[in-house]
Nanobody, 116 residues
Framework: QVQVVESGGGLVQAGGSLTLSCVAS????????MGWYRQAPGKQRELVAR???????NYADSVKGRFTIYRDNAKNNMYLQMNNLKPEDTAVYYCKVSMVTLSDYWGQGTQVTVSS
């Protein structure tokens, strides 16, 4: 089993920055990809950014150039640096940990609110 905990959300003004953290614990030796997803009220959950074990990354078009995903494999941590935040970035942000066994584990989410 893998436990996933996100932190770092909060309320910020448009143009501000936040850094989200994701900590995976438990049976993490077979961790593969890690990713950040978000879900705004009334909308489907969507991919924000993803990073492979080898640190290859991909981003949603809406966050390219503003968000940076990175990970510390030794600590099984992952981060999302979010700059130039916009009101449309307001959502609950979730961390997903994908294993080589093809199992996925999700955290409970952290709220990000961007005021205009």
């Amino acid at each position: 089993q893998v436990q996933v905990v996100e932190s770092g959300g909060g309320l910020v003004q448009a143009g501000g920055s936040l850094t989200l953290s994701c900590v995976a614990s438990g049976s993490t030796f077979s961790t593969r990809d890690m990713g950040w997803y978000r879900q705004a009220p009334g909308k489907q959950r969507e991919l924000v950014a993803r990073i492979t074990l080898g640190s290859s990354t991909n981003y949603a078009d809406s966050v390219k150039g503003r968000f940076t995903i990175y990970r510390d494999n030794a600590k099984n941590n992952m981060y999302l640096q979010m700059n130039n935040l916009k009101p449309e970035d307001t959502a609950v942000y979730y961390c997903k940990v994908s294993m080589v066994t093809l199992s996925d584990y999700w955290g409970q989410g952290t709220q990000v609110t961007v005021s205009s």
